[in-house]
């Protein structure tokens, strides 16, 4: 097993550090009396380089909206590459391109994947903000569940009907491949044999899947937009409490408007 300690490659005489090694001499005792920081299994992980996102934590949908994505992709690529139903190519293409932003959105509520982007919530900034509002919310207007933090990562929850969609898209890729009817000589023109019927239950199962991704996703991202707002909300008002001697001073006898202080 690997040392932390090892793994940095110190290339110096540590002797020339001096008293700054231990400037009381007392650091060891000091930190004996104190917690670990860590709980010995993540030391161990820490150690060994076994900290990859992957290793503890999952995407409960991603093995459906894969599927989902290479359905799509097949019919996509049938349409466009036997020049057929127009409308189901272009559909197919726009839920191939849903799909993978769900994924990635997904990914980051599930804590596979940080945000880059302060204005997309992942695991814990989502379940970080939805804690503090939930504070707030369940004292004074007696929500009593934790629907401010569930509220940004509502996509988790909708496997069953991504499951459903997923079984309707690989039927309807199947039929569109097994419906491919050439004619002519020797430029061959490909049609597809479906009943208009059949091809507008298959545009309406690739539209409606579309649509839930993109409903939720949007969903999300819009109430951690609410939730965030209305957290720093709460951070900002939380500093007008607790004033030391000086800054209860300063704000009754100078910075502190007739609002602020009719309040304190």
Request: aromatic share 10%.
């Amino acid at each position: 097993m690997g040392k932390i300690f090892d793994s940095l490659k110190l290339n110096f005489d540590t002797t020339k550090f001096g008293n700054a090694l231990d400037p009381l001499n007392n650091l060891e005792e000091r930190n004996l009396q104190m917690p670990a920081p860590l709980k010995k299994w993540q030391y161990d992980a820490i150690a060994n380089n076994q900290t990859s996102k992957s290793l503890y934590m999952k995407n409960p949908l991603a093995n459906t909206i894969n599927e989902i994505i290479s359905y799509a992709n097949n019919m996509y690529v049938l349409c466009n590459t036997y020049t057929i139903l127009a409308n189901a190519n272009t559909s197919a293409a726009s839920l191939v391109n849903t799909s993978i932003d769900f994924l990635s959105h997904t990914n980051r509520i599930s804590g596979l994947e940080q945000s880059t982007n302060n204005a997309l919530p992942d695991f814990y900034t989502a379940t970080g903000f939805g804690s503090v509002v939930f504070r707030v919310v369940n004292k004074y207007e007696g929500v009593g569940n934790n629907t401010p933090i569930l509220g940004s990562m509502t996509s988790l929850f909708i496997e069953d009907d991504l499951v459903k969609y997923s079984i309707l898209l690989q039927a309807a890729s199947i039929d569109l491949r097994n419906s491919l009817v050439g004619s002519g000589f020797p430029t061959v023109t490909y049609s597809s044999n479906l009943s208009a019927q059949r091809i507008g239950d298959i545009l309406d199962t690739i539209n409606v899947a579309n649509n839930l991704m993109s409903t939720r996703m949007s969903h999300d991202i819009n109430f951690f937009g609410n939730i965030r707002s209305i957290s720093n909300g709460i951070s900002d008002m939380a500093r007008f409490s607790g004033f030391t001697d000086l800054t209860a001073h300063l704000v009754d006898n100078y910075v502190g408007t007739d609002t602020l202080k009719n309040n304190l």
